[in-house]
């Protein structure tokens, strides 16, 4: 299969060819044609797939044969940057315009760039909502609008800003919705303010990725970093360990980095430019691990991690998949390694429950002066102006 066959103008085929993007991945496949013919959708696909060509391509070409906007809206700043810079791939190359507005850049860099004429604007809903109150924004030209990790962004809290947002966009338009997984919060969602949504789902909620094997080590606490740093020993590759808080996120980076390896941090007590500076620096080898909270679970597209770490449980069995979702992608191979203390092991049951399947358990021997772990092997799994107010 390739692009070819999907309804996509012959224009964009020749920007997605010159791009090197031949073979869509099964939610741009299920997904375009639909949204290309106006349809309202809801997908549903793991992370890594592809997700923002499959709204992205039906979003220029539709503005690009009719008037209006388009808005995106995402749960973080890191993944609003990532989306751009996708969405400008394309867009620039037919002279189209796209705007970000996050928490923590200047307003008048943002005003700035809604009055060059956006076509596309790209969103956290706080920051959007800042815009709206202050108006220095209205959404009355909206034609498309999509809601990228909606679950996530109800996960985060923003339930009643989305709804501020779906308030202020015509009634009239396409919405399209994507997700990792499907909650009751999403459902009533669509319900409300979708028309007749095509589902769209190439993989089950709770999926994981073919690539990714998985084990589970159980540990007490006070043994966690003398593991931690053997398991950083034994893996070479790029390696991102997810942590539940900032404090112990600066903790354990701290220690990586006294260990001799290159390290960087992501989580709420960074600026906006040191945690697209860590990014940009785990993407591109700068540095070789990369510690963050769950701020980050959604916002990493790095392709080629070999290892993702949970120093900690996450909180939710949604977002163990989120986490682990950041290696083995686009078809690639990757480990999953967790923590779990002794007294942990419902949350273990939980997260299997929530996934289909049974996770291995490591021994772990620990002697007076190292934690030893027998080295995990992979093993099969079972499975223009109309954006800004003259105000």
Known sequence: MSFQGLGIAPKILEILSRLNFTIPTPIQQQSIPPGLDGKDIIGIAQTGTGKTLAFGIPMIQTLLSNPGDGLIIVPTRELAVQVNESIHQLAHLVNMRSAVLIGGENFNKQLKQLRSGPRILIATPGRLIDHLKRRTIILNFIKVLVLDEAD??????????????????????????????????????????????????????GS??????????????????????????????????????????????????????????????????????????????????????DIAARGIDVSGIELVLNFDLPAIADDYVHRIGRTARAGLTGHAISFAMPHQRADIKRIERFIGMNLRVSPVRIDKTATHARPPTAYPQRTRRRFYSHR
């Open 208 to 293: 994981i990725a073919k690539g990714v094997s998985q084990e589970i080590f159980f540990v007490e606490k006070s043994d966690k970093i003398n593991l931690l740093k053997k398991l950083l020993g034994e893996y070479k590759g790029s390696t991102l360990i997810f942590t539940r808080t900032k404090f112990e996120a600066k903790k354990i980076t701290r220690v990586i980095r006294e260990a001799g390896h290159k390290v960087a941090e992501i989580h709420s007590n960074r600026s906006l430019h040191q945690r697209l500076d860590a990014l940009n620096g785990f993407k591109h080898g700068l540095y070789r691990v990369l510690v963050a909270t």
């Open 152 to 205: 996530r962004m109800l996960d985060m809290g923003f339930a009643p800003q989305i709804k501020i947002i779906l308030q202020q966009v015509p009634p009239k338009r396409q919405t399209m919705l994507f997700s990792a997984t499907m909650p009751a919060a999403i459902i009533n969602l669509a319900t409300r303010y979708m028309k007749l949504p095509v589902r769209v789902e190439v993989a089950p909620t």
